[in-house]
């Protein structure tokens, strides 16, 4: 194996966390390796994770990877026929196991310091996001993609805690998988807040989370037009504004920002049950509510 380069640099960080008996013990386990065979599994381990890393030198093909690493002549078919559901697990487990390793050595000195009196109020601040990853055209019958210019892609969905800005749970899903139907199970926890985009709007979910006791600040859609029940922090005619809209009180100018935010109680319902109050926050630069924390968004 060659020394000292981005190759294998990539193959000594992952032996660092992940142990190559680890690796072995894990393909036995999940049917990844089920005999001695020509391809080098911890080697083939190594270059899928060495393709996928953001490192000059090592951002080509899976395949190229693993003949510098190990300097095997082997033919492609022989190769890639190894990329099967069990090595899939395979990769998900020692990814899992990576990431446990680096959240252990980390602990909690980083960077979550930053986020202030945050910890105070919550066990924990987790994103839920999602990208799209547009793969090449002989992938479109396991992949298909809504792109006609690339019609084979697929979504990864992610839970990110800032705590230690490790993810907490993700999950790949087809690319027409709406965001709010592959949020992770791990999001919502009780004592925890959620920051969540415009894809995640699911009235019935915030409900449920607020009954369990997760906090959680999202983007509401345009159909998404709260009744104002009560206005903690706000100018205008507060009273007048009880009753109406939230879009309504705002573009008529009953309901204008106090220092440029918003505070209020809303009404949402899950239909067909009877509307519930929740309280709720509209602020343009991340409203507070009166005691300092980040308040449901509604």
């Known amino acids: 194996m060659k020394k000292n380069t981005p190759r294998t640099q990539v193959a000594e960080g992952l032996r660092a966390l992940v142990s190559a008996e680890d690796i072995l013990e894990a393909a036995r386990r999940l049917g990844a390796l089920q005999r001695q065979r020509k391809v080098d599994l911890v080697a ?3 270059s899928t994770v060495a393709a996928v890393t953001p490192l000059p030198g090592t951002q080509t093909t899976a395949f190229a990877n693993y003949i510098a690493l190990t300097g095997q002549k082997l033919s492609p078919s022989a190769f890639f026929e190894r990329f099967n559901h069990a090595f899939g697990q395979l990769m998900r487990e020692v990814a899992g196991r990576a990431v446990q390793a680096v959240r252990e050595a980390v602990g909690e000195d980083k960077p979550f310091n930053e ?6 109020e919550f066990s924990d601040v987790q994103v839920a996001d999602s990208t799209c990853q547009l793969l090449r055209r002989l992938a479109a019958d396991w992949a298909p993609s809504t792109s006609q210019a690339r ?3 697929f979504k990864w969905h992610a839970l990110v805690s800032l705590r230690d800005e490790l993810p907490v749970a993700d999950d790949v899903t087809p690319q027409r998988t709406q965001d709010t139907r592959a949020l992770p199970e791990e999001a919502l926890a009780p004592g925890t807040l959620t920051f969540m985009d415009l894809g995640y709007t699911d ?3 915030f409900l449920d989370a607020i009954e369990a006791g997760a906090h959680f600040l999202v983007r509401l859609k345009a159909q998404h037009d709260p009744k104002v029940l009560r206005v903690h922090v706000g100018k205008g005619e507060r009273v007048r504004a009880r009753g109406m809209r939230l879009t309504d009180a705002l573009l008529q100018g009953v309901l204008r920002e106090d220092g440029g935010v918003i ?3 809303v009404q949402l319902s899950r239909w067909p049950e009877v509307p519930r109050q929740i309280p709720g926050a509209c602020a343009a630069c991340g409203a507070c509510d009166r005691q300092g924390a980040l308040p449901n968004w509604g």
């Open 44 to 46: 083939l381990v190594e």
């Open 115 to 120: 986020l202030g009196a945050l910890l105070e």
């Open 151 to 153: 019609p084979a892609a």
């Open 203 to 205: 009235t019935g979910r």
């Open 263 to 265: 505070d209020v109680d």
